[in-house]
C-alpha cells in the first residue's frame, strides 16, 4: 500500500469532518477525545514535515 504524498492533509480533512461530526451528533466513544488529540497530532507533525 503506498501512502500518498500528502498524508498531513488527509489526515488534517479526518480530523475536520471527525471534529464537525462530533459536535452534531453524540457519540458513546469512551476515548474519542484521546483518538481526536493523537489524530490533530499526527496531521499537525505531518503538515510540518511536509509530508
Do not use: H, Q, Y
Request: no cysteine; charged share 10%; aromatic share 2%.
Amino acid at each position: 500500500m503506498k501512502l500518498p504524498k500528502n498524508l498531513g492533509m488527509v489526515l488534517l480533512a479526518i480530523w475536520l469532518i471527525l471534529e464537525g461530526l462530533l459536535k452534531v451528533v453524540t457519540v458513546p466513544i469512551p476515548a474519542i477525545g484521546i483518538i481526536s488529540a493523537v489524530l490533530a497530532i499526527a496531521a499537525g507533525v505531518l503538515i510540518l514535515m511536509g509530508r
